[in-house]
């Protein structure tokens, strides 16, 4: 691996064609696949304070994912991780948004079979990007339910992290007609899945609940989950994934989206209407405090070498 000295690397670093670049030099083929037909799987782990959260868990999901979609690389586990601390140490950021991606690559002249690609992986470290920023989570986020329907899972596995975001993007873009900050998506039994990078959570009659299928199994989520398991009996709460009904949603005590571009985020207003008191609520803060807290602790993080 060479690096490329004579460009600025602060605004973040990249990994491509088995270089690190500044992530302005940072560039893929037109006609790879993961381009043409978001054929690509993908992961985001974040850095914060110089250490990497649960980058165990995300590499798991980004192995799995790739698994699922018939794609192999050649560079291991190890080497994957090396990459990502070397993406990080070459942008010098602190707090860091790292993005890791394999693509199916380019098919071979006049071929369409995806089994003649070769698979391509890539990598970069960004500033960090809030989905809400700490100021913007003191007042929480005001969020439309989108009539927008989220993509089917029987067409596309949602626990595979993927680039199909259309719906997404349009549910976004209802809301904003909605004057609302972000939207939620709902499958086709009208439950409420998940949102643009983020899951979701309501606090309703003693139980935190979170929705079980048709979701992105997030790593913010699994946190949430546990420090919810954790803290039920002081919190008088159990925790449940199951279908989560946009009708339980809207008359929830509290509801909180988590992403790893974001951590714990308030949500104050769904649909004009206030949650609960319309200020974050008293579990939102307390699993989001622990979350954070998380971040120090060397079971969950690990220093960027
Ligand atoms: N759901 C979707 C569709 C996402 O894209 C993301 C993250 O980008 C999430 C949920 C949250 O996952 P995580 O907590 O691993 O960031």
Known sequence: MTMDTALSYTAGAAYVGG????????????????FLHSDATYDVVHVWNGRFFRLDAHLDRFERGMAKLRMSLPIDRDGIREILHECVRASGL?????????????????????????????????????????????????VHVSSVQRIAPESVDPTVKNYHWLDLVQGLYDAYDHDAETALLSDAEGNVVEGPGFN?????????????????????????????A??????????????????????????????????????????GRAIGAGVPGPVTQKIGAQYWAMHEDPRYSEPVD
Not at 26 to 32: E, K, R
Request: aromatic share 6%; proline share 7%.
């Open 94 to 142: 602190d707090n860091a948004y790292v993005e890791l991606i394999c693509t199916r690559g380019m098919a071979a002249p006049g071929s369409r079979d995806p089994r003649d690609c070769v698979n391509q992986f890539y990598a970069f470290a960004v500033p960090f990007a809030w989905v809400a920023t700490p100021e913007h989570q003191k007042r929480g986020l005001s």
């Open 230 to 271: 954790q803290l039920g009996v002081e919190l008088g709460l159990r925790v449940e994934e199951r279908a989560l009904p946009y009708g339980e949603l809207t008359s929830a005590s509290e509801v909180f989206v988590t992403s790893t571009a974001g951590g714990i985020m308030p949500v104050t207003t769904i649909d």
């Open 19 to 34: 270089q690190i670049v500044p992530i302005a030099q940072a560039a893929i083929p037109i006609l790879d696949l993961g």
């Open 200 to 228: 979701v959570f309501a606090v309703t009659a003693g139980v935190l609940v979170t929705p079980k299928s048709g979701v992105l199994e997030g790593i913010t989520r699994k946190t949430a989950l546990e420090i919810g």
